[in-house]
């Protein structure tokens, strides 16, 4: 059996690869027990998108949300959060953006390759900012991004999450997983 990483690893990896290890542990468990209140809202905020309704909205009958997408060449799957048929414009919507890291961008180049792969055609590409209602504009990926992502892919499936050490303690200070994890001493900062 193939298997495949959720393209949301991504983005987790960059910010502590140990965070997708204990989003495995606690994957199976209600989101209540670890998700915290940043987290929460953005989650609120991606509700309307995951739960749209072509039937009960007609009026966006052009645009698909929440779908799922799968890459078999780079051994992804995720969900998108708008591709705008007419327009073959593909959006990527956080809560609020202040600062475009790249582990956003492997998410948004993992949706549009696996878009392509599966036949859709893409003229642009944008992250949002739901918070403060701004556009991103990003660049088509190439042949270097690719394989950019393409490495970091790998380095995730071959990562060594056992000898693992995270030298930076405000990333867990920011951590949904701080009080869980076996990592670090430091509570995060939303209890
Ligand atoms: S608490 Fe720190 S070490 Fe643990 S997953 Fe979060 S950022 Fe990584």
Same mark, same amino acid.
């Given at each position: ?22 989003h ?13 209140k940043?987290?929460?809202?953005? @989650? ?6 995951d739960?749209?309704?072509e ?9 698909? @949300? ?87 892919i ?16 405000? @990333? ?20």
């Open positions: 059996m193939e298997t495949f990483l959720p393209i949301t690893y991504l983005n987790d990896f960059v910010f502590c690869p140990y965070s997708i290890y204990l495995q542990v606690f994957d199976n468990n209600s989101e209540d027990l670890y998700s915290a940043p987290q929460l809202q953005g @989650k609120i905020a991606h509700k309307d998108i739960e749209f309704d039937d009960t909205e007609p009026t966006k009958e052009t645009t698909l @949300k929440g779908i799922y997408v799968i890459s078999m060449k780079l051994g992804i799957y995720g969900k998108i959060d708008t591709y705008y048929t007419k327009e073959k414009k593909l959006v990527e919507s956080k809560y609020q953006i202040t600062t475009i890291y790249r582990g956003y961008y492997y998410q948004l180049w993992s949706q549009y390759f696996a878009l392509i792969e599966m036949g859709y055609p893409i003229h642009a590409l944008y992250f949002y900012s739901i918070r403060d209602e701004k556009y991103f504009d990003v660049p088509i990926p190439s042949e270097k991004e690719y394989n950019e992502l393409r490495t970091h790998r380095h995730i499936a071959w990562f060594d999450f056992d000898t693992f050490t995270q030298t930076n303690l405000k @990333k867990c200070m920011h951590c949904i997983y701080a009080s869980l994890c076996d990592k670090t001493q430091q509570d995060h900062v939303y209890t």
